[in-house]
């Protein structure tokens, strides 16, 4: 699993996670559907659940006229994902970081989803 492919099952894991209340774990297991999960995938998803409090307060500290709590799930869980990477992952360049999250937007959402999510991502940066 190449780490574009890595990203793309952590959004639905996390989405799982968030969404669904699901066990990081189990998540991970049901988007992969093997019980070998890929180890940057589990470092995605592990480090994302693990700051998600500290994450979502630096998302909400770059929405302008916009309530956290109205932006789609879909949304919120590439931005953290994005986040996350920009924070805590050093070997990953903000430039990449950013670029992935807008691939995921694209992958995931729609053209608003990009924009919104580029918007946000350009302020944590």
């Known amino acids: 699993m190449n780490r574009r492919q890595a990203r793309e099952k952590a959004v ?4 799982q996670i968030s969404v669904g209340q699901a066990d990081p774990v189990e998540a991970m297991t049901n ?7 890929d180890p940057f995938l589990h470092k995605l998803v592990t480090e994302t659940v693990e700051h998600m409090d500290t994450i979502d307060e630096e ?9 956290f709590d ?3 799930n879909i949304d919120k869980t590439i931005l953290r994902l994005a986040v996350c990477e920009i924070r805590h992952f050093e070997d990953v ?4 970081a950013m670029n992935e999250a807008i691939e995921l937007a694209k992958t995931f959402g729609d053209d608003r989803t990009r924009k919104f999510v580029n918007g946000i991502l350009a302020k944590v940066k």
Do not use: M, Y
């Open 31 to 37: 988007v992969t559907e093997s019980d070998n999960i």
């Open 59 to 67: 998302i909400k500290r770059h929405l302008i006229n916009w309530q």
């Open 93 to 96: 360049p903000n430039n990449v």
């Open 70 to 72: 109205r932006i789609g």
């Open 12 to 15: 639905q894991a996390l989405f």
